[in-house]
């Protein structure tokens, strides 16, 4: 008989879980969570629109069966739609030792970057590709995808141009979906765009005035241009010029930097990741020198460790939204680090000289169909091209694209009259006989005098450019070097494969391996996100089964699974706050409210919404500060759009008055965000739908188990209530326009209305309809395997371990706030400003040192500076998360013998730490505290001792001298 997965999953068992309930003080798991959430928001169990509760747990082998069974129903044909997405070969030494290596997928956003070297090392190789690529001096660590990237781009120009014009310049040959992205966000900001065909533009001059430009490059036509002259007569006059680029292209034709951008922007999918129906994969951003503080997300710079050697680290955190919160250059919280490093690590094994091979295959392959289709006496619209051309079937577009999905390929239909068709590394000379065939071009090929097929590329754009240049693209060719390479890189760096990270607000728990399981399948990796529907019917139930479930759990009515990022999600929940007000005729309702405790990225986001933020105070216990926001409310009356409060709290409570909260701002007519990042805290016992939120967005990555990977990838559903389903993000090339709906309309929400669809008709959120479709099954296995009963329990024990690690630590270190029955939520901030005014020690000396007893630090000095919050998730047994308690206890002491005189302050554990092997062999020990103290603080460490390989890094350094490319080899000798 199959154990319960919730056995598997929840790390506490039942003797562990009475012990930890008598440090406590309770009796049981359901009284302590009950005794900390506010009776006036629970609920007995969840309710589904037909009274029933969620399916009945699964076991493992049954969730993987029912898996394989939606799986079936999807369709793998040979993709020739494009658009930016292509299929591709992940070296299987990169499938086997990146993706489904929990080394690399279980890490977290690398803030602690002693021990995080490898992830580190893999993202600077893949900014220095992007660099190398598009020939511009800087790119950061990765964005979401291709045509979010673009809107960056955009908002970019925005703040980099003195230009007072709000126009935005578009090449009419941009990729589809891009279009509606910059669409929808360029309205939020006020920006016009204006859809020009600059490869048409004779006299640039007709530009007139505008902040910057964008190109395709090739354009989604396929077409290759020089658009030199258009870029520099947009620079003339002040704006700048974003490109959008196709890395593979780019080793064959002239980089963008050459051409005169300011800013690059695309995607490295065809590096090695597979489609997935759309995601995730890794966008990139580059920019010329002078721009590097205007970059949105992420950027990996190279400093010094306290020995002076080179170690890496992020740089220009100042610019990030968690610290300028509504003066944040973006609101992006997570990146796409996982797939950033499988695109980087692509370049590493294939090298300069394989990517081109691949390119001239690529280039070679859409020559040879060219050929054919003109001898067939086909109408082929290609005057230059890289690897996708149109073709012209007047009248036939229909007929001819059915025909070559009957033989196993998917075109593009442009319109009744024109296809596109585009090949990648994958396509053979068998899959052009198949279209060729759909054309009733059978025999062709037998006319193709192939050596002699012209080249589609302009001889003016032919790249004379190194790139690549460093010794990492040049070294690794063998499978054995690969592999050797990706497991030094693991070995530097601590996941969860290694022990707990107690990071508070990220919720770092397991992700089951039958969770992960089917991510790799063909009939989920190997799919077109712009797919005919027919061939996507398993994807599109198991969306449809998770939205239902995820209303399920919320108490919303209808769910998006489009954002593919929390921060994403955020966004959209108040683009569809704002469309809802401007659909009722208010106009001047701007103003977002949010609490001063608030997730960084939530002023960001209302920025981006249009919103004006105003702050609204919090008491000393943590809590919103009920007369601030009345007097706000008052202040600003007819202009509330929003309110955003998370809940638990960001201080780790559940507030009291939520109920009151909410009921304030409908009163005042406006709307009420409810951040989801914390409902792993909530789970079965509360719903936000039904203590007054409007619209939430969730954190499949925190909640639901899909794993960070090292700062990505991620997933933010936003869920709302029936009368913002309607402005919800859509998407022109969804399969489908409708999305399941549990009430008729708002009042409803409680009655027994029968469960139907509605359209989701805001603007897009993400290039793809369903974001990043392909690590949904992960959550859906999780919610399958979990149960309601099973989710509900999880909730239980993630609270029993915070309070449990509070109640242990609260006599060395304070807990800074705590609700009702003093109780806290899922996560507890430890305060070490007493300690550090007691003794000198610093909330950062605290954190290296546990790197020493051999953890990962908890969130440091979020949300207040000077703490440690810390969240122990559900997933750790009894002995781990004892091991920690014991670790922070055994620190206090060594910061006790500080303030006692036993170790000078500027010469002891904590300040010196971390310690590595090098620091305790080499020269003489000169420090007042023994080899042993220093790495072995336990004994326990002795066998089983995780070795960071630098010392302390210095930050300021890393940004008074910024390099954030591959520093030459020597370097690290």
């Not at 079937?393 to 296809?419: E, F, K, W």
């Not at 936000?688 to 559903?717: A, E, Y």
Request: overall charge negative; aromatic content about 6%; some cysteine.
């Amino acid at each position: 008989m199959s154990v319960p997965f919730t056995q598997r999953h929840i790390g506490t068992d039942a003797s562990a879980q009475s012990r930890m309930l008598g440090t406590v003080g309770y009796d049981s798991l359901d009284e302590l969570v009950n005794a900390a959430i506010p009776p006036s928001i629970h609920v007995d169990r969840f309710r589904a629109p037909d009274d029933s509760v969620l399916p009945p747990a699964a076991t493992e082998p049954e969730a993987i069966s029912e898996l394989r069974a939606l799986a079936s129903r999807n369709t793998v044909k040979r993709s020739m739609i494009g658009l930016g997405y292509y299929d591709t070969v992940t070296p299987a030494v990169i499938k086997r030792n990146v993706l489904e290596n929990p080394s690399w997928y279980t890490a977290y956003t690398p803030y602690q970057p002693e021990i995080s070297q490898g992830r580190l090392e893999a993202l600077i190789n893949f900014q220095t590709m992007v660099a190398d690529l598009t020939g511009l001096t800087t790119a950061n660590a990765s964005m979401l995808d291709e045509s979010t990237a673009v809107v960056e781009g955009m908002l970019l120009a925005r703040r980099a141009s003195k230009v007072a014009s709000r126009r935005f310049i578009v090449d009419a040959d941009t990729m589809p979906q891009t279009k509606a992205l910059l669409a929808s966000r360029a309205a939020a900001v006020g920006i016009e765009l204006v859809e020009v065909a600059l490869v048409e533009l004779v006299e640039t001059t007709g530009l007139g005035e505008h902040f910057g430009v964008f190109i395709q490059y090739p354009g989604a036509s396929g077409r290759v241009w020089n658009p030199a002259p258009v870029i520099a007569a947009s620079k003339a006059q002040g704006a700048l010029a974003v490109v959008a680029a196709d890395l593979l292209a780019l080793t064959l034709i002239t980089s963008p930097g050459e051409l005169g951008a300011d800013v690059a922007v695309g995607t490295s999918q065809r590096f090695g990741v597979p489609m997935g129906f759309g995601g995730p994969h890794a966008g990139y951003m580059a920019v010329r020198a002078g721009l590097e503080r205007q970059l949105p997300g992420r950027l990996v710079g190279v400093s010094v460790d306290a020995a002076g050697h080179p170690a890496y680290r992020l740089s220009l955190q100042v610019r990030e939204q968690h610290i300028r919160r509504d003066k944040a250059t973006s609101n992006i919280c997570t990146a796409q680090v996982l797939l950033a490093v499988m695109a980087g690590m692509y370049a590493v094994y294939h090298g300069p000289d394989g990517l081109a091979a691949i390119a001239r295959q690529v280039h070679e392959r859409a020559g040879q169909l060219v050929a054919a289709l003109r001898v067939a006496g086909v109408d082929v619209d290609a005057q230059t091209y890289f690897d996708t051309v149109r073709v012209s079937v007047p009248g036939r577009a229909a007929a001819v694209t059915a025909a070559a999905a009957d033989a196993g390929v998917n075109l593009y239909q442009v319109d009744a009259d024109t296809i596109g068709l585009s090949v990648d590394e994958t396509t053979t000379v068998a899959d052009l006989t198949r279209v060729l065939g759909a054309f009733g071009a059978r025999d062709s090929f037998g006319h193709v005098d192939l050596p002699t097929i012209p080249s589609g590329l302009p001889d003016e754009l032919a790249r004379t450019t190194e790139y690549l240049t460093h010794a990492v693209f040049n070294t690794h060719r063998s499978e054995t070097s690969m592999m050797r390479y990706l497991k030094r890189l693991a070995d530097y760096d601590y996941a969860l494969d290694r022990g707990m990270i107690p990071l508070g607000s990220c919720t770092m728990k397991l992700n089951a391996a039958t969770e992960m399981e089917s991510i790799t399948w063909p009939e989920f990796a190997g799919i077109h996100p712009f797919a005919p529907r027919a061939d996507v019917e398993g994807y599109l139930d198991l969306i449809g089964q998770l939205e239902t479930w995820l209303t399920d759990v919320t108490g919303y009515d209808s769910v998006s699974l489009q954002p593919n990022a929390g921060s994403q999600g955020e966004l959209a929940g108040l683009l569809a706050i704002r469309g809802y007000h401007l659909s009722r005729g208010d106009v001047d309702r701007t103003i977002c409210l949010i609490p001063s405790s608030a997730h960084g990225t939530n002023a960001a986001s209302a920025v981006l919404a249009g919103m004006k933020v105003v702050v609204v105070a919090c008491d000393e216990l943590g809590n919103v500060d009920l007369d601030d926001l009345r007097a706000k409310i008052t202040q600003h009356a007819a202009a509330i759009a929003a309110l955003m409060i998370t809940y638990p709290s960001t201080h780790g409570v559940y507030e009291h008055e939520v109920s009151a909260i909410c009921a304030a701002v409908h009163d005042a007519g406006g709307q009420v965000y409810v951040d989801g990042a914390n409902l792993n805290a909530l789970l079965g016992f509360a719903r936000f739908g039904d203590f007054g939120g409007d619209v939430s967005h969730l954190n499949l990555h925190k909640t639901f188990c899909i794993p960070h990977g090292g700062g990505g990838p991620g997933v933010g559903p936003v869920a709302a209530k029936a009368h913002l389903a309607p402005f919800l993000p859509g998407h022109p090339l969804a399969q489908g326009a409708e999305h399941y709906l549990r009430s008729s309309d708002r009042a409803g929400v409680d009655s027994d209305d029968v469960a139907g669809t509605i359209v989701h008709a805001g603007g897009p959120v993400s290039a793809a309809p369903y974001g990043s479709p392909s690590i949904l099954p992960i959550s859906w296995a999780y919610v399958r395997m979990m149960g309601a009963d099973g989710l509900k329990q999880a909730t239980g024990a993630a609270v029993l371990a915070a309070n449990y690690v509070a109640a242990r630590l609260r006599d060395s270190f304070p807990v800074l706030y705590a609700g009702d029955n003093g109780l806290v939520a899922h996560e507890c901030i430890l305060d070490l400003r007493p300690l550090t005014e007691a003794t000198g020690v610093t909330v950062d000396d605290v954190a290296k040192r546990l790197i020493d007893y051999g953890f990962h630090a908890p969130t440091m000095s979020f949300p207040v500076a000077g703490t440690l919050m810390v969240e122990p998730t559900e997933s750790e047994d009894l002995a781990e998360i004892d091991r920690f308690v014991d670790a922070m206890i055994a620190i206090k002491g060594e910061a006790d013998a500080v303030a006692g005189g036993t170790w000078p302050a500027d010469d002891n554990p904590l300040r010196n730490a971390p310690h590595t092997a090098q620091s305790v062999i080499e020269g003489e020990w000169e420090h007042p505290y023994d080899r042993p103290t220093a790495v072995y603080p336990v004994h326990t460490l002795v066998r089983n001792k995780y070795w960071p390989p630098v010392r302390r890094i210095d930050q300021a350094y890393g940004d008074r001298n910024l390099v954030c490319a591959c520093p030459p080899p020597e370097a690290f000798e």
